[in-house]
């Protein structure tokens, strides 16, 4: 029997999805040389890109590891959750610092802000859904 659509929960493929999208917006803007001087790409324009792909890279292939009663694979994958977590706080906090040196809009930094707010959101739930799903593999 399927599960109607309001009532599924969050997909991986959604936090991925989520992700993707994250990084793809992040390439996009920092692309606009107006706002983002190409004189600032060593010193932040880059590492904003290179948080975003590395948060949509490090959930990829958390996603392709398949734990199937495997403790290594369990804890690679865990890992890589929590990697990309991370990535998300310093993209954020690298946000703060492009909004003062770029002078970008609340507006632009409320988006952008948010949409790095809901994948961490995502990627956490499914960090605490794999836990307690792979509990005794992590218990190893």
Not at 63 to 76: C, F, L, P, W
């Amino acid at each position: 029997m399927s599960v109607p659509a309001g009532e599924r929960g969050e997909g991986k493929l959604e936090v991925i999805t989520k992700a993707r999208a994250l990084a793809s917006y992040t390439i996009r803007i920092t692309k606009n040389q107006n706002v983002f001087k190409p004189e600032y790409n060593d010193a932040i324009t880059a590492d904003l890109i290179r948080m975003a792909k590395d948060i949509y890279i490090s959930a990829w292939n958390a996603n392709n590891i398949k734990v199937a009663h495997d403790h290594d694979n369990a804890v690679e994958r865990i890992r890589l959750q929590k990697h990309a977590v991370l990535q998300c706080n310093n993209l954020l906090a690298l946000m703060q610092l492009a909004k003062e040196v770029f002078h970008l809009s609340s507006k632009r930094i409320k988006y952008w802000a948010g949409l790095t707010m809901e994948v961490r959101s995502y990627i956490r739930r499914w960090n605490e859904s794999d836990r307690k799903r792979y509990s005794p593999e992590l218990r190893s």
